[in-house]
């Protein structure tokens, strides 16, 4: 995601905030004064008719929210991937465990054959890779294929899994 339209994204989710805490003391206002004094002036109609266009306007549907995961990444890469992908402008990713079941499976058939993509499951990007995991990430941003799965903007789910030496990253 661009920076600027992160920007005013932000600010849309700031405003709708605003808005909300707004309508929110709204309701206690009311009780408090619940007859006008005499000396008040009454709002004109198109005035109220504004303000109230304005509290129901749904400002924090317009945020585009990072996907939610149904449990955590056991490896940490997911906050990794994110934090690469936000330098980049780029939005955040969740974390799916079944693509980790496939990215599993994969593991399992490389260390029987050798390294590959042997199992991609529903996954439409595979890195696979053989090291320790704290240099998995800098090898696969060290390659342009590798790299580019890791930062294509279409994907919204991740998962990873290791076995041993191998290791398999999978999105969609």
């Known amino acids: 995601m661009p920076f600027v339209?992160?920007?005013?994204?932000?600010?849309?989710?700031?405003?709708?905030?605003?808005?909300?805490?707004?309508s929110a003391t709204q309701p206690a206002r009311a009780q408090q004064a619940s007859t006008p004094p005499a000396t008040?002036?009454?709002?004109?109609?198109?005035?109220?008719?504004?303000?109230?266009a304005v509290q129901a306007t749904p400002v924090a549907r317009q945020v585009q929210a990072a996907p939610v995961a149904p449990t955590g990444d056991p490896y940490g890469f997911t906050a990794w991937l994110n934090a690469t992908r936000a330098s980049y402008g780029l939005a955040p990713v969740g974390y799916d465990?079944?693509?980790s079941n496939w990215a599993s499976m994969n593991n399992g058939q490389q260390q029987s054959r050798g390294m590959g993509h042997h199992v991609m499951?529903?996954?439409?990007?595979?890195n696979a890779a053989m090291g320790q995991y704290a240099s998995i990430g800098a090898m696969w941003m060290n390659s342009p294929a590798?790299?580019?799965a890791l930062l294509d903007p279409s994907i919204?789910?991740?998962?990873?899994?290791?076995?041993?030496?191998?290791?398999t990253f999978n999105a969609y």
Do not use: D, E
């Open 97 to 99: 465990p079944n693509l």
């Open 156 to 167: 919204r789910w991740i998962g990873i899994a290791g076995l041993g030496a191998y290791w």
């Open 5 to 22: 339209t992160l920007l005013k994204t932000s600010t849309v989710f700031s405003l709708g905030i605003l808005t909300l805490a707004l």
């Open 121 to 126: 499951g529903p996954a439409r990007r595979q």
């Open 146 to 148: 590798h790299r580019a």
């Open 40 to 52: 008040a002036v009454a709002p004109k109609p198109a005035t109220v008719a504004v303000a109230r």
